[in-house]
């Protein structure tokens, strides 16, 4: 316009139209000017208004505040006055510019002044930089296109996105920016042009690829219609750059779609809005379609614990960890760990929920397992007869079996502050250190080493240990193991085992020599008592005699103890004489006892009932009892005293064995009758003695118990069932003080005159007692030293009696008398002799009283006396009494 006011003039066509331009230029700028009006005046408005609610609303709040808070209102209307003062400015320059278009106007056939155009160029200037700068303040993109596509306006935004200047923006089609693409975009477009014509506006989301640069763009854009005389002429676009969340939607669409927990989004009805594919295959679903289909109900096995499920949900800010077990498609169920939070809208209102599931099935099952193997273990420990510790590389137990409390006496809370070795005894303790480390340092991988441990109690226990290596993942010893069996019961059974080898070698080596002893003292029995019965001998040869009678019985009496106590007999319960047991238990003790200075204490009670029993057996439970008083008083002074007593308690007897020793400790009294338990210094006892004692009791039906004497001393008192009506079966032994008269051996009658008698023995002094002393009584008597000078004997004459030696010697070779025995009856026919065997073992009372047609057994020593008082008893046919010959 400027240009054409400082050409030439033209024609009248030209001004015509020049008129026309002007007319049109005013009425659009008046229209300008009055919506530029109604916009400020509105948006004074709105600006003031909202001053005054704000300083109304907020007095009080903002005058308790510090600093001076309560001037922030009258700074706010300060400002909104200057807001209003520079849009009225700005409203003046409008009026000013609009006085000069009109000025131009009415002087049009004159031309205006240069004055009048500098001050309108100077106005426009000033009024187009200030709407310049507003839209270059806009961070979204603002551009004008005409219908064509053709830019008419941008914003530094989209100079700046382009990397053009404005001035090689303006003018150019919007295409000269953009790169071809396949045509759908130009082919969307004008689809859609027709509807944008009908409604004026259109937003959505747009994809665009600019030229230079390789990855798209995506703007959220608003599109409005530019208006002239109700017709659209151009086209604003505001478009925000929405690139970034657009990566990041695809970012989560992909996390949400490769994500291998189950993703889901529900509503509180039921209802499942969304899926990824990982709840689809976690759930046995073909397709996503077809879990959509299903409701929450229907997936949860529990309805019940849906709904709590549901109320911690919408009770807390999220729900992390929840187990659930929900439904597959063909039926079974799954578990699952569900972390869940709810949605809600500007009421608050729940509108949905989403969460994660986590597929924990397998992990439960292998809980589940690891669970049973580890209470396989624990149980398999816990009954596992061995001792188990494992220790670390800083001697310190990490794992004690209970089986400690058993063995050692000790709480698995006791062990956790010991260390390996503390309780170990000082002889064993280097060589186990020295295995722990060689262990440790991979020298060996297993070793056994037997330790001894001491009990809580106090005592030593023999513990055989197994050591081995424990390893971690890699390898890497981080730890020993030891299995520890309890060995102090074998070890001393071994002992008690060669213990009993030692007697038993001993009781055939006593056996063999009270045998061997058993033929003189039988010589000497017979020489003394057929001595005695000679007449003209003096007082002073009888009482030698005598003596020495007295003390070949005394010596019988010693062996024949031995003998039972060595080699004893099969167990027979019969009625027993309690003094008489006791009083051949002292004599088996007697020389120990006197050897060590201890008194016995012993008064037979009178009138005492019999008892049923093994005599053997009760005399080894009597021994033993004065065993041990004897030991515990050496074991406190060189003498003492042992008080035996023996009384009646209604249907029970009673024996107590006291003695003044060192007793017995408190808390050793309840273990006392334990096998392989004892109180003795190592060596000085194998524990079975009172634990055999307290068997053999109960087998006779009765019981021991153990006293602590408040003086010293200890107390152990037997009770046995009395036997009723029965005689005692006891040996009646002859006294050593008594004198045996010649009348009390002569015989009464003459059934023996006259009889025969074989005798076979091998020992010489045997055979001369029998033929001396049985000649005498009138008896006739053949010896024989051998199974063959008997057979000659017996072919010469016939004999009433065969007098047989049970072990008879031949050539250095050993023969039983009874095959001898045998051979001779054989040998006799018709004339079968009654047969007697003699022998220095242990003989039964069944044994000594036989049937008729049965051999009959004398005892070594014997007297001249039991001969022919058991002669008489096989003569006349009777059965003989039974009688102990010792």
Not at 501 to 519: I, S, T
Request: charged residues 25%.
């Amino acid at each position: 316009m400027l240009e054409a006011n400082q050409r030439a003039p033209q024609p009248a066509d030209r001004s015509t139209r020049r008129a026309e331009q002007r007319a049109a230029i005013s009425s659009r700028f008046e229209q300008f000017e009055k919506r530029q009006s109604e916009l400020w005046w509105l948006t004074r408005s709105v600006l003031f208004l909202l001053a005054l609610a704000y300083a109304w609303t907020s007095w009080d709040s903002v005058r308790s505040l510090a600093h001076g808070f309560e001037k922030l209102p009258i700074f706010l209307v300060l400002l909104i006055i200057l807001f209003g003062v520079y849009t009225w400015k700005k409203t003046q320059e409008l009026s000013e510019m609009r006085g000069l278009m009109r000025g131009l106007e009415q002087h049009d056939e004159a031309g205006p002044s240069e004055k009048q155009l500098g001050q309108l160029f100077e106005i426009i200037s000033r009024s187009q930089q200030g709407y310049r700068d507003l839209i270059d303040s806009f961070d979204d993109v603002l551009l004008a296109l005409t219908l064509e596509g053709q830019i008419r306006a941008v914003n530094r935004s989209f100079s700046d996105l382009v990397g053009t200047p404005f001035q090689e923006i303006v003018g150019k089609p919007i295409t000269d920016f953009l790169q071809e693409g396949t045509g759908e975009g130009s082919e969307l477009v004008r689809r859609a042009m027709p509807r944008f014509m009908e409604r004026r506006q259109w937003s959505g989301v747009v994809q665009v690829r600019l030229k230079g640069q390789g990855t798209p763009f995506y703007f959220d854009c608003v599109a409005h219609a530019m208006m002239r005389d109700g017709e659209i002429h151009g086209i604003t676009v505001l478009g925000r750059d929405v690139s970034a969340l657009r990566k990041n939607e695809a970012r989560f669409t992909e996390l949400f779609e490769s994500l291998q927990e189950g993703i889901y989004i529900t509503t509180p009805d039921g209802t499942i809005l969304d899926v990824n594919p990982a709840l689809v295959r976690m759930l046995g679903y073909d397709s996503k379609e077809e879990l959509l289909k299903r409701r929450v109900p229907e997936i949860f096995v529990d309805q019940a614990e849906r709904k709590i499920v549901q109320a911690e949900v919408e009770r807390q800010p999220m729900v992390q960890g929840r187990e659930i077990t929900l439904i597959r498609k063909d039926g079974t169920s799954i578990v699952c760990l569900n972390t869940a939070a709810a949605v809600r809208d500007n009421a608050g209102r729940v509108v949905r929920y989403q969460g994660a599931l986590m597929d924990i099935t397998e992990r439960r099952e292998m809980e589940r397992r690891l669970h049973q193997q580890q209470e396989f273990a624990r149980r398999l420990v816990d009954n596992f007869p061995d001792l188990i510790l494992v220790l670390d590389t800083a001697d310190h137990y990490t794992f004690v079996s209970p089986r400690c409390k058993e063995i050692l006496g000790y709480d698995v809370e006791d062990t956790q502050n010991m260390e390996f070795g503390g309780r170990t005894h000082p002889e064993d303790l280097p060589a186990a250190m020295s295995l722990y480390k060689d262990i440790i340092a991979g020298k060996q991988t297993f070793a056994s080493l037997e330790i001894r441990v001491r009990h809580k109690l106090g005592d030593w226990r023999r513990i055989r240990f197994n050591f081995s290596p424990l390893s971690d993942e890699k390898g890497n010893i981080e730890g020993v193991v030891l299995s520890g069996r309890d060995v102090t019961d074998l070890k001393r059974l071994e002992e008690q085992l060669i213990q009993a080898e030692k007697l038993a070698a001993m009781g055939q080596m006593l056996a063999g020599v009270a045998h061997e002893l058993n033929n003189p003292l039988t010589a000497i029995l017979g020489v003394t008592e057929l001595l005695r019965e000679r007449e003209g001998a003096d007082d002073s040869t009888k009482r030698q005699l005598e003596l020495t009678h007295r003390q070949a019985r005394r010596a019988a009496r010693i062996v024949q103890n031995l003998l039972e106590f060595s080699r004893p007999a099969s167990t027979q319960k019969r009625p027993l004489d309690l003094n008489n047991l006791l009083e051949r238990t002292l004599q088996l003790q007697e020389h120990s006892l006197r050897r060590n200075n201890i008194e016995v204490d012993f008064h037979p009670h009178p009138d005492l009932p019999n008892v049923i029993g093994d005599a053997n057996q009760l005399i080894q439970v009597f021994l033993n009892l004065v065993t041990n008083a004897e030991q515990a008083i050496r074991e406190l002074r060189d003498s003492g005293r042992i008080q035996i007593r023996a009384g009646r308690n209604g249907n029970q007897l009673t024996i107590t064995v006291q003695d003044d020793g060192v007793g017995i400790r408190p808390e050793a009294l309840p273990r006392i009758f334990d096998p392989f338990y004892t109180t003795k210094r190592p060596g000085g006892g194998t524990g079975l003695g009172l634990s055999i004692c307290m068997s053999i009791i109960r087998e006779h039906g009765g019981n021991i118990e153990a006293e602590i004497l408040p003086a010293g001393g200890s107390a152990f008192t037997i009770y046995l069932p009395a036997a009723s009506g029965q005689n005692p079966d006891m040996v009646s032994t002859p006294s050593e003080t008594a004198g045996i008269s010649a009348e009390a051996v002569r015989p009464t009658d003459d059934l023996l005159r006259g009889r025969a008698v074989l005798v076979l023995d091998d020992e010489e002094s045997l055979r001369m007692l029998l033929q001396e002393g049985l000649t005498a009584r009138g008896l006739h008597v053949d010896c024989a030293a051998s199974t063959e000078e008997a057979l000659a004997h017996l072919g010469r004459s016939s004999y009433d009696v065969f007098l047989c030696d049970l072990h008879l010697s031949s050539g250095g070779f050993t023969v039983d008398g009874r095959d001898a025995a045998s051979r001779i009856l054989e040998a006799a026919g018709a004339q079968r002799p009654a047969v007697i065997y003699m022998t220095g073992d242990l003989v039964e009372s069944s044994q000594v009283t036989a049937g008729r047609g049965e051999p009959f057994c004398l005892q070594k020593p014997f007297r001249i006396s039991d001969v022919l008082a058991l002669l008489r008893d096989v003569l006349s046919g009777a059965p003989a009494e039974a009688r102990n010959t010792r």
